[in-house]
Protein backbone atom coordinates (compact mmCIF):
# COMPACT_ATOMS: atom_id res chain seq x y z
CA UNK A 1 0.00 0.00 0.00
CA UNK A 2 1.34 3.47 -0.66
CA UNK A 3 1.77 6.03 2.01
CA UNK A 4 0.62 9.15 0.10
CA UNK A 5 -2.33 7.51 -1.56
CA UNK A 6 -4.64 6.03 0.49
CA UNK A 7 -6.28 2.85 -0.61
CA UNK A 8 -3.84 2.80 -3.45
CA UNK A 9 -2.71 -0.78 -4.65
CA UNK A 10 0.25 -0.24 -7.31
CA UNK A 11 0.80 -2.89 -10.07
CA UNK A 12 1.92 -5.86 -8.21
CA UNK A 13 3.00 -9.51 -9.11
CA UNK A 14 -0.19 -10.42 -9.29
CA UNK A 15 -1.76 -7.89 -11.82
CA UNK A 16 1.25 -8.51 -14.24
CA UNK A 17 0.04 -12.36 -14.29
CA UNK A 18 -3.22 -11.62 -15.20
CA UNK A 19 -1.75 -9.74 -18.29
CA UNK A 20 -1.08 -13.29 -19.96
CA UNK A 21 -2.40 -15.25 -22.95
CA UNK A 22 -1.20 -15.96 -26.95
CA UNK A 23 2.13 -14.79 -28.06
CA UNK A 24 2.60 -14.81 -32.20
CA UNK A 25 5.48 -12.52 -31.91
CA UNK A 26 7.12 -9.05 -30.94
CA UNK A 27 5.84 -7.97 -34.53
CA UNK A 28 3.86 -4.81 -33.87
CA UNK A 29 0.70 -6.20 -35.89
CA UNK A 30 0.62 -9.66 -33.65
CA UNK A 31 0.80 -8.02 -30.40
CA UNK A 32 -1.52 -8.50 -27.82
CA UNK A 33 -2.50 -6.31 -25.04
CA UNK A 34 -0.28 -7.81 -22.75
CA UNK A 35 2.44 -7.79 -24.59
CA UNK A 36 2.05 -3.75 -25.26
CA UNK A 37 0.94 -2.81 -21.59
CA UNK A 38 2.84 -0.90 -19.46
CA UNK A 39 2.72 -1.06 -15.61
CA UNK A 40 2.48 1.99 -13.86
CA UNK A 41 2.62 2.47 -10.00
CA UNK A 42 0.38 6.16 -8.82
CA UNK A 43 2.36 7.06 -6.15
CA UNK A 44 5.84 8.12 -8.44
CA UNK A 45 5.36 11.41 -10.35
CA UNK A 46 3.12 10.53 -13.87
CA UNK A 47 4.54 12.11 -17.16
CA UNK A 48 2.40 13.34 -19.90
CA UNK A 49 0.89 11.56 -22.20
CA UNK A 50 1.27 12.81 -25.70
CA UNK A 51 -0.05 9.98 -27.46
CA UNK A 52 -3.63 8.76 -26.90
CA UNK A 53 -3.29 6.71 -23.87
CA UNK A 54 -6.25 4.48 -21.92
CA UNK A 55 -4.77 3.91 -18.14
CA UNK A 56 -6.73 1.34 -16.10
CA UNK A 57 -7.16 1.30 -12.63
CA UNK A 58 -9.17 -1.24 -10.35
CA UNK A 59 -11.60 -0.48 -8.16
CA UNK A 60 -11.31 -4.00 -6.63
CA UNK A 61 -14.47 -3.05 -3.49
CA UNK A 62 -17.21 -4.62 -2.71
CA UNK A 63 -17.53 -2.79 0.18
CA UNK A 64 -20.60 -0.65 -1.54
CA UNK A 65 -22.43 -3.74 -2.56
CA UNK A 66 -22.72 -5.16 1.09
CA UNK A 67 -23.61 -2.38 2.37
CA UNK A 68 -26.45 -2.31 -0.20
CA UNK A 69 -27.22 -5.62 0.94
CA UNK A 70 -26.23 -7.14 -2.35
CA UNK A 71 -24.42 -10.34 -3.24
CA UNK A 72 -20.50 -9.76 -2.24
CA UNK A 73 -17.89 -10.80 -5.02
CA UNK A 74 -17.02 -7.59 -7.08
CA UNK A 75 -13.90 -6.74 -5.23
CA UNK A 76 -12.34 -9.58 -7.64
CA UNK A 77 -14.19 -8.21 -10.76
CA UNK A 78 -10.58 -5.97 -11.71
CA UNK A 79 -8.37 -8.99 -12.00
CA UNK A 80 -10.74 -11.02 -13.97
CA UNK A 81 -11.58 -8.13 -16.64
CA UNK A 82 -7.88 -7.63 -17.01
CA UNK A 83 -7.54 -11.55 -17.30
CA UNK A 84 -10.22 -11.51 -20.31
CA UNK A 85 -8.69 -8.19 -22.36
CA UNK A 86 -5.13 -9.75 -22.03
CA UNK A 87 -5.46 -11.60 -25.34
CA UNK A 88 -6.78 -9.13 -27.41
CA UNK A 89 -5.15 -7.68 -30.17
CA UNK A 90 -3.37 -4.39 -29.95
CA UNK A 91 -5.56 -0.91 -31.45
CA UNK A 92 -2.64 0.11 -33.61
CA UNK A 93 -2.03 4.15 -32.44
CA UNK A 94 -3.82 3.62 -28.87
CA UNK A 95 -1.60 2.85 -26.27
CA UNK A 96 -2.23 0.85 -22.36
CA UNK A 97 -1.42 1.29 -19.38
CA UNK A 98 -2.39 -0.59 -15.79
CA UNK A 99 -2.28 1.49 -13.04
CA UNK A 100 -2.68 -1.11 -10.20
CA UNK A 101 -5.84 -0.65 -7.98
CA UNK A 102 -7.65 1.33 -5.23
CA UNK A 103 -8.75 -1.30 -2.70
CA UNK A 104 -11.46 -0.78 0.03
CA UNK A 105 -10.76 1.49 2.76
CA UNK A 106 -12.63 1.93 6.48
CA UNK A 107 -15.99 3.16 4.56
CA UNK A 108 -17.25 3.64 0.92
CA UNK A 109 -17.00 7.18 0.93
CA UNK A 110 -12.60 7.09 1.62
CA UNK A 111 -12.79 4.62 -0.86
CA UNK A 112 -14.24 6.76 -3.63
CA UNK A 113 -12.28 9.63 -2.31
CA UNK A 114 -9.06 7.79 -2.55
CA UNK A 115 -10.58 6.80 -6.44
CA UNK A 116 -10.91 10.42 -7.29
CA UNK A 117 -7.80 11.28 -6.11
CA UNK A 118 -5.88 8.51 -9.04
CA UNK A 119 -8.38 9.42 -11.97
CA UNK A 120 -7.84 13.59 -11.43
CA UNK A 121 -3.88 12.62 -11.54
CA UNK A 122 -4.72 10.23 -14.84
CA UNK A 123 -7.00 12.37 -16.58
CA UNK A 124 -4.37 15.66 -15.53
CA UNK A 125 -1.76 13.46 -17.61
CA UNK A 126 -3.63 13.86 -20.98
CA UNK A 127 -5.04 10.26 -20.68
CA UNK A 128 -8.40 8.36 -20.30
CA UNK A 129 -9.11 6.60 -17.09
CA UNK A 130 -10.59 3.42 -17.20
CA UNK A 131 -11.98 1.63 -14.20
CA UNK A 132 -12.14 -1.79 -13.28
CA UNK A 133 -14.88 -2.62 -11.37
CA UNK A 134 -15.94 -3.29 -8.81
CA UNK A 135 -18.58 -1.80 -6.88
CA UNK A 136 -20.72 0.88 -8.40
CA UNK A 137 -20.07 3.12 -5.94
CA UNK A 138 -17.25 3.42 -7.73
CA UNK A 139 -19.30 6.23 -10.34
CA UNK A 140 -19.03 8.76 -7.55
CA UNK A 141 -15.48 8.71 -7.41
CA UNK A 142 -15.01 8.84 -11.04
CA UNK A 143 -17.32 11.44 -11.81
CA UNK A 144 -15.72 13.26 -8.05
CA UNK A 145 -11.93 12.80 -10.38
CA UNK A 146 -13.13 13.87 -13.26
CA UNK A 147 -14.64 17.05 -12.15
CA UNK A 148 -11.78 18.33 -10.27
CA UNK A 149 -8.96 17.39 -13.68
CA UNK A 150 -11.09 19.19 -15.42
CA UNK A 151 -12.87 22.31 -12.77
CA UNK A 152 -16.63 21.48 -14.45
CA UNK A 153 -18.62 18.75 -13.27
CA UNK A 154 -19.13 16.29 -16.18
CA UNK A 155 -22.21 14.86 -17.16
CA UNK A 156 -22.77 10.69 -16.36
CA UNK A 157 -24.34 8.92 -18.91
CA UNK A 158 -25.18 5.13 -17.08
CA UNK A 159 -25.58 2.28 -18.92
CA UNK A 160 -27.60 0.44 -16.09
CA UNK A 161 -30.63 -1.86 -14.88
CA UNK A 162 -30.92 0.54 -12.23
CA UNK A 163 -31.06 4.34 -11.53
CA UNK A 164 -28.59 3.96 -8.30
CA UNK A 165 -30.52 6.90 -7.26
CA UNK A 166 -31.06 5.65 -3.85
CA UNK A 167 -31.19 8.22 -1.17
CA UNK A 168 -28.33 8.03 1.03
CA UNK A 169 -28.69 6.37 3.99
CA UNK A 170 -27.55 7.49 7.99
CA UNK A 171 -24.61 4.89 7.67
CA UNK A 172 -23.05 6.61 4.07
CA UNK A 173 -22.89 5.79 0.55
CA UNK A 174 -23.30 2.27 -1.14
CA UNK A 175 -23.01 0.82 -4.68
CA UNK A 176 -27.29 2.22 -4.78
CA UNK A 177 -26.26 5.87 -4.12
CA UNK A 178 -23.34 7.15 -6.08
CA UNK A 179 -25.73 9.28 -8.78
CA UNK A 180 -27.33 10.64 -5.32
CA UNK A 181 -23.64 11.73 -4.26
CA UNK A 182 -23.15 13.50 -7.73
CA UNK A 183 -26.44 14.89 -7.61
CA UNK A 184 -26.13 16.45 -4.56
CA UNK A 185 -22.27 17.36 -5.02
CA UNK A 186 -24.12 19.34 -8.18
CA UNK A 187 -26.86 20.97 -5.92
CA UNK A 188 -24.30 21.99 -3.36
CA UNK A 189 -22.18 23.83 -6.27
CA UNK A 190 -25.13 25.49 -8.02
CA UNK A 191 -23.90 23.24 -10.87
CA UNK A 192 -26.27 21.46 -13.49
CA UNK A 193 -26.56 17.78 -12.69
CA UNK A 194 -26.46 15.98 -16.14
CA UNK A 195 -27.90 12.53 -15.88
CA UNK A 196 -28.88 9.98 -18.10
CA UNK A 197 -29.63 6.14 -17.48
CA UNK A 198 -29.97 4.05 -20.50
CA UNK A 199 -31.46 0.77 -20.15
CA UNK A 200 -33.62 1.28 -17.08
CA UNK A 201 -35.71 -1.26 -16.05
CA UNK A 202 -39.42 -1.04 -14.64
CA UNK A 203 -39.14 -4.17 -12.46
CA UNK A 204 -35.89 -2.98 -10.71
CA UNK A 205 -36.67 0.26 -9.57
CA UNK A 206 -39.66 1.66 -7.07
CA UNK A 207 -41.51 4.52 -8.09
CA UNK A 208 -39.72 6.58 -5.78
CA UNK A 209 -36.90 6.12 -7.50
CA UNK A 210 -38.60 7.25 -11.05
CA UNK A 211 -39.80 10.18 -9.16
CA UNK A 212 -36.43 11.20 -7.87
CA UNK A 213 -35.20 10.58 -11.36
CA UNK A 214 -37.82 13.10 -12.56
CA UNK A 215 -36.86 15.92 -9.70
CA UNK A 216 -33.44 15.35 -10.80
CA UNK A 217 -34.33 16.09 -14.49
CA UNK A 218 -32.73 12.94 -15.73
CA UNK A 219 -33.08 11.87 -18.99
CA UNK A 220 -33.94 7.84 -19.41
CA UNK A 221 -34.08 5.21 -21.86
CA UNK A 222 -35.14 1.64 -21.18
CA UNK A 223 -34.37 -0.91 -22.78
CA UNK A 224 -36.58 -0.83 -25.38
CA UNK A 225 -34.58 2.30 -26.49
CA UNK A 226 -32.13 -0.05 -27.63
CA UNK A 227 -33.63 -0.84 -30.85
CA UNK A 228 -32.04 0.61 -34.35
CA UNK A 229 -35.55 2.42 -35.73
CA UNK A 230 -34.96 4.12 -32.27
CA UNK A 231 -31.35 4.79 -32.26
CA UNK A 232 -31.28 8.38 -34.05
CA UNK A 233 -34.43 9.43 -30.76
CA UNK A 234 -32.37 8.31 -28.59
CA UNK A 235 -29.17 9.96 -29.72
CA UNK A 236 -30.88 12.68 -30.07
CA UNK A 237 -32.06 12.68 -26.33
CA UNK A 238 -28.40 12.16 -25.16
CA UNK A 239 -27.38 15.03 -26.87
CA UNK A 240 -30.16 17.43 -25.39
CA UNK A 241 -29.19 15.81 -21.80
CA UNK A 242 -25.33 15.73 -22.29
CA UNK A 243 -25.74 19.81 -23.79
CA UNK A 244 -21.90 21.12 -23.79
CA UNK A 245 -20.40 19.19 -21.17
CA UNK A 246 -17.69 17.01 -21.13
CA UNK A 247 -19.17 12.93 -20.44
CA UNK A 248 -18.29 10.38 -17.34
CA UNK A 249 -19.46 6.92 -19.02
CA UNK A 250 -20.40 4.50 -17.11
CA UNK A 251 -21.40 0.42 -17.65
CA UNK A 252 -22.59 -1.86 -15.23
CA UNK A 253 -23.17 -4.86 -16.41
CA UNK A 254 -26.52 -5.39 -15.27
CA UNK A 255 -27.57 -3.53 -17.98
CA UNK A 256 -27.26 -6.53 -19.96
CA UNK A 257 -29.35 -9.29 -19.57
CA UNK A 258 -29.05 -12.16 -17.29
CA UNK A 259 -28.16 -14.76 -20.82
CA UNK A 260 -25.31 -12.45 -21.19
CA UNK A 261 -24.26 -10.98 -17.71
CA UNK A 262 -25.02 -13.40 -15.23
CA UNK A 263 -21.65 -12.73 -13.18
CA UNK A 264 -23.27 -9.57 -11.44
CA UNK A 265 -24.97 -9.10 -7.97
CA UNK A 266 -28.70 -8.29 -9.60
CA UNK A 267 -28.88 -10.52 -12.75
CA UNK A 268 -31.69 -8.46 -15.10
CA UNK A 269 -33.84 -11.06 -16.81
CA UNK A 270 -34.87 -8.64 -19.98
CA UNK A 271 -31.89 -6.64 -19.74
CA UNK A 272 -30.57 -5.78 -23.11
CA UNK A 273 -28.21 -7.10 -25.60
CA UNK A 274 -24.43 -6.42 -26.31
CA UNK A 275 -25.67 -6.09 -30.46
CA UNK A 276 -25.60 -3.44 -32.95
CA UNK A 277 -27.78 -1.00 -30.92
CA UNK A 278 -25.73 -1.16 -27.76
CA UNK A 279 -22.75 -0.71 -29.76
CA UNK A 280 -23.62 1.97 -32.30
CA UNK A 281 -24.93 3.96 -29.43
CA UNK A 282 -21.78 3.51 -27.35
CA UNK A 283 -19.45 4.20 -30.22
CA UNK A 284 -21.64 7.40 -30.77
CA UNK A 285 -20.87 8.73 -27.42
CA UNK A 286 -16.81 7.68 -27.67
CA UNK A 287 -16.28 9.16 -31.16
CA UNK A 288 -17.94 12.53 -29.84
CA UNK A 289 -14.53 13.22 -28.62
CA UNK A 290 -15.77 14.17 -24.87
CA UNK A 291 -15.60 11.43 -22.83
CA UNK A 292 -13.35 12.23 -20.01
CA UNK A 293 -13.52 8.61 -17.95
CA UNK A 294 -15.30 5.16 -18.57
CA UNK A 295 -16.11 2.64 -15.97
CA UNK A 296 -17.06 -1.20 -16.33
CA UNK A 297 -18.95 -1.82 -13.27
CA UNK A 298 -20.54 -4.68 -11.19
CA UNK A 299 -18.46 -7.70 -12.44
CA UNK A 300 -18.70 -10.82 -9.72
CA UNK A 301 -16.59 -13.47 -11.10
CA UNK A 302 -17.76 -16.09 -7.89
CA UNK A 303 -21.20 -15.70 -9.55
CA UNK A 304 -19.99 -15.82 -13.57
CA UNK A 305 -20.97 -18.79 -15.87
CA UNK A 306 -17.68 -19.45 -17.67
CA UNK A 307 -16.47 -16.07 -18.05
CA UNK A 308 -19.24 -14.55 -19.79
CA UNK A 309 -19.75 -11.61 -17.91
CA UNK A 310 -15.85 -10.98 -17.51
CA UNK A 311 -15.81 -11.30 -21.27
CA UNK A 312 -18.70 -9.25 -22.17
CA UNK A 313 -17.05 -6.48 -19.55
CA UNK A 314 -13.57 -6.68 -21.34
CA UNK A 315 -15.45 -6.53 -25.06
CA UNK A 316 -16.88 -3.61 -23.62
CA UNK A 317 -13.39 -2.02 -22.93
CA UNK A 318 -12.25 -3.20 -26.64
CA UNK A 319 -14.82 -1.09 -27.70
CA UNK A 320 -13.03 2.01 -25.45
CA UNK A 321 -9.78 1.43 -27.25
CA UNK A 322 -11.44 1.46 -30.80
CA UNK A 323 -13.18 4.93 -29.53
CA UNK A 324 -10.44 6.49 -28.17
CA UNK A 325 -9.27 6.27 -31.86
CA UNK A 326 -12.44 7.74 -33.76
CA UNK A 327 -12.30 10.44 -31.00
CA UNK A 328 -8.87 11.37 -32.47
CA UNK A 329 -10.28 10.67 -36.21
CA UNK A 330 -13.08 12.66 -35.73
CA UNK A 331 -10.86 15.98 -33.99
CA UNK A 332 -8.54 16.22 -37.20
CA UNK A 333 -11.66 16.22 -39.26
CA UNK A 334 -13.18 19.13 -37.41
CA UNK A 335 -9.61 20.60 -37.31
CA UNK A 336 -9.58 20.34 -41.20
CA UNK A 337 -13.26 22.20 -41.56
CA UNK A 338 -11.42 24.94 -39.39
CA UNK A 339 -14.11 23.77 -36.73
CA UNK A 340 -11.25 23.41 -34.26
CA UNK A 341 -11.59 19.91 -32.47
CA UNK A 342 -11.57 21.08 -28.59
CA UNK A 343 -15.44 20.95 -27.30
CA UNK A 344 -15.71 17.94 -29.04
CA UNK A 345 -18.33 16.94 -31.10
CA UNK A 346 -22.33 16.14 -31.51
CA UNK A 347 -23.04 12.69 -30.51
CA UNK A 348 -24.35 10.97 -32.92
CA UNK A 349 -25.36 7.31 -33.61
CA UNK A 350 -24.36 5.65 -36.53
CA UNK A 351 -27.56 4.70 -37.43
CA UNK A 352 -29.25 2.88 -40.59
CA UNK A 353 -30.96 6.07 -41.29
CA UNK A 354 -27.88 8.21 -41.71
CA UNK A 355 -27.24 10.16 -44.69
CA UNK A 356 -30.06 7.80 -46.66
CA UNK A 357 -33.31 9.17 -44.45
MN1 LIG B 1 -25.54 0.25 -11.03
Not at 29 to 53: C, G, M, N
Not at 134 to 154: E, I, S
Request: proline share 6%; net charge negative; charged share 25%.
Amino acid sequence: MSAELPCYKPPSRETRACWNGRDDGDDSDVQRWHQAISLIDLSKPLDYFFEPTICFIGYASDLGVRENLGRAGAAEGPARLRVRMASFPVVQGVALADCGDIVAGATVLETQEALATVVEQIVRSGALPVILGGGHDQAFGHFLGVARARGTPPACINFDAHLDLRPIPAGGPNSGTPFTQVWEWCKSRNAPFRYTALGVQRNGNTAQLFTRAEQAGATLVDADGFALDTLDIVMEAINDAVDEAEICLSVDLDVFAAGFAPGVSAPTAMGIGPDAAFRRIFRGLMASGRVRGVEIAELCPALDVDDRTARLGAAVAFEVALGVLDAVNDDDSDDADGEGGDSGGEILGDGPSGDDA
